[in-house]
C-alpha cells in the first residue's frame, strides 16, 4: 500500500477531536492537526485511510539497547511504514542527529510512497513518556516544507493498550519523487548562536533535564561532559507530557509552562538540547500555542561543547 496522498486531506483537521484530551491546533498552509488521536486514526484505518500515510519513526537512546527497525518488524500498527531516523539523517556529521541533506530527506520519504500532498502521522514506541522521537520527524518534516503532518499522541504504547490493530507484515509500497522545501529559518547553526551571545535577538531554550543542564548529571554521550550555553533557560522537555497521560499538554498548560520560565512567547526563541532529538518538544509546544516559527540549533550541546569556547558555557563539572 504506497502512501500518495489525496487532495482531500484538508477536510480532516477538526475530526481529530473526540472525548480524550486533544490539542486541536493545526498545521500552518494545511488543515491537518499537529495531534490525532488513536481513535481518530482508527477510524480513518476503517475507512480506508484517505490519504493517510502512518510512519513509524521510532529512535531509542544507545543505552537502552533497543533496536526499534527489529522491534517494527516484529509488531506495528497495520498498514504503518518505518522511517529510520539514525538513517535519515547527515552521515557525513560525527553529531549525533543532525539534518539530512533535501535530497536525503527526499529519498527517504519517497521510498516510503510519501508524496507532497500526502497527510503523514508518526508514532513512537516509548512505553515511560508516550513519545520520545515524534516531535523530532514531525519537525523534520516542516523542515524540508511538509506541513501535512500529524503525531499520533501518546504513540504506540497508547495503541497497544487500546487493544487496536497490529500486525509484523511490512506493507508493500511504490516509491515517489518527493519534493522538499528547505526552510532555513526554522534551523540555526554554531556561528548565529555565537553572534546571538553579544547581540541578543532571541532568547536560547535548553530542553534537557536539569541535572545535566546544570551540570549536575552525565550526558549519555561518551567525551560530552554536562552544562549549558551561557545565558540559555532551561525548559525540560517532559514538562510539555502529562504523566498520567502521557499525552501532549494543552497549549493553555503549554502557554503556563513557558511564562513560568519567563518565556514571552511573542518574541524570538531558539531551542537546543543534548543531540538534537528533544528539542523538538519545545518547539512542538510553542507551535501547540501559535507560535509557528521556532528553530532548533540542530548541532546542540554536543556540538557546543567540543567546538565552542569553555567561557561561553556554564556550569560545567571539573
Not at 497497544?160 to 497490529?166: C, K, M
Not at 560530552?224 to 540559555?232: A, F, L, M, P, Q
Request: charged share 25%.
Amino acid at each position: 500500500m504506497g502512501c500518495q496522498g489525496s487532495k482531500t486531506t484538508a477536510k480532516f483537521s477538526h475530526q481529530a477531536e473526540n472525548n480524550e484530551q486533544t490539542n486541536t491546533m493545526t498545521n500552518k498552509a494545511s488543515d491537518v492537526p499537529v495531534f490525532v488521536s488513536t481513535e481518530w486514526l482508527s477510524e480513518k484505518m476503517k475507512d480506508g485511510g484517505g490519504g493517510v500515510c502512518i510512519v513509524d519513526v521510532s529512535w531509542h537512546m544507545p543505552q537502552a539497547n533497543r533496536d526499534p527497525e527489529a522491534e517494527y518488524k516484529d509488531k506495528h500498527i497495520l498498514g504503518a511504514h518505518f522511517l529510520n531516523l539514525s538513517d535519515c539523517k547527515d552521515k557525513s556529521s560525527n553529531l549525533e542527529m543532525m539534518l539530512p541533506s533535501p535530497d536525503d530527506f527526499a529519498k527517504c520519504v519517497g521510498a516510503l510512497g510519501i508524496g507532497n500532498d500526502s497527510h503523514v502521522v508518526v508514532y513512537d514506541n516509548n512505553a515511560k513518556l508516550g513519545m520520545f522521537s515524534a516531535p523530532r520527524a514531525w519537525y523534520m518534516f516542516r523542515v524540508f516544507g511538509h506541513d501535512k503532518i500529524s503525531i499520533l499522541n501518546g504513540g504506540f504504547p497508547k495503541w497497544v493498550a487500546e487493544d487496536r490493530p497490529t500486525t509484523s507484515e511490512v506493507p508493500d509500497v511504490d516509491a515517489v519523487t518527493y519534493s522538499p522545501c528547505f526552510r532555513a529559518n526554522l534551523v540555526k547553526d554554531r556561528a548565529d548562536v555565537e553572534s546571538n551571545m553579544s547581540e541578543n535577538r532571541y532568547t536560547l531554550l535548553d530542553a534537557r533535564p536539569p541535572g545535566r543542564f546544570n551540570g549536575e548529571d552525565p550526558e549519555p554521550v561518551p567525551n560530552i561532559k554536562s552544562g549549558h550555553v551561557k545565558g540559555s533557560v532551561n525548559i525540560p522537555f517532559p514538562k510539555t507530557l502529562d504523566g498520567d497521560s502521557k499525552l501532549f499538554k494543552e497549549p493553555n498548560q503549554l502557554k503556563d509552562i513557558f511564562s513560568d520560565a519567563g518565556i514571552d512567547l511573542s518574541q524570538p526563541l531558539t531551542v537546543l538540547c543534548g543531540t538534537g532529538l528533544t528539542a523538538s518538544f519545545l518547539v512542538l509546544a510553542a507551535f501547540s500555542c501559535g507560535k509557528l516559527d521556532v528553530p532548533i540549533y540542530d548541532g546542540a550541546w554536543m556540538e557546543w561543547f567540543l567546538k565552542s569556547d569553555p567561557d561561553t558555557m556554564e556550569g560545567v563539572p571539573e
